[in-house]
């Protein structure tokens, strides 16, 4: 569930049934928090990549030295979804350069999700299916 379950923006249902074109070009932090739970912090370990805050935080890391992130479209979703349980922790929405480093993440998984193959598709609503029973 979303931080901000019943208030979700009109865009997400086509989302959560794949048409990843409904996603808006720019996004506000309440719209991509309610995007980015559509995941579950299992869904690192279902993939492979091991627990999400160290996979993560490796992938912040590296995106704040090079301005890009490095990752599949769904591997960019839980990145998505790291970082805004990492600024619930915080207490704030980002700021300055870190704001720009995740509107950069949206925009380079927004992207990726335009072009990805039936199979990636297909593991994405998986895990959005599975992610949902967890959640509820």
Not at 21 to 49: C, I, K, Q, R
Not at 91 to 113: K, T
Request: net charge negative.
């Amino acid at each position: 569930m979303s931080d901000n379950a019943g208030n979700e923006p009109p865009w997400l249902d086509r989302v959560r049934h794949g048409d990843f074109s409904a996603m808006p070009e720019a996004f506000t932090w309440e719209d991509s928090a309610a995007f980015a739970h559509l995941l579950h912090y299992d869904v690192s370990v279902a993939l492979g990549l091991g627990e999400l805050a160290l996979w993560a935080n490796e992938r912040a890391d590296e995106a704040a030295m090079t301005g890009s992130w490095r990752a599949t479209a769904i591997e960019l979703w839980l990145c998505t979804f790291y970082e805004h349980r990492r600024y619930r922790h915080f207490g704030f929405e980002p700021a300055g350069a870190d704001h720009e480093l995740i509107a950069h993440l949206w925009q380079q998984l927004r992207s990726q999700l335009q072009t990805i193959g039936d199979d990636e598709r297909t593991t994405i609503l998986a895990q959005i299916a599975a992610s949902a029973t967890k959640m509820r």
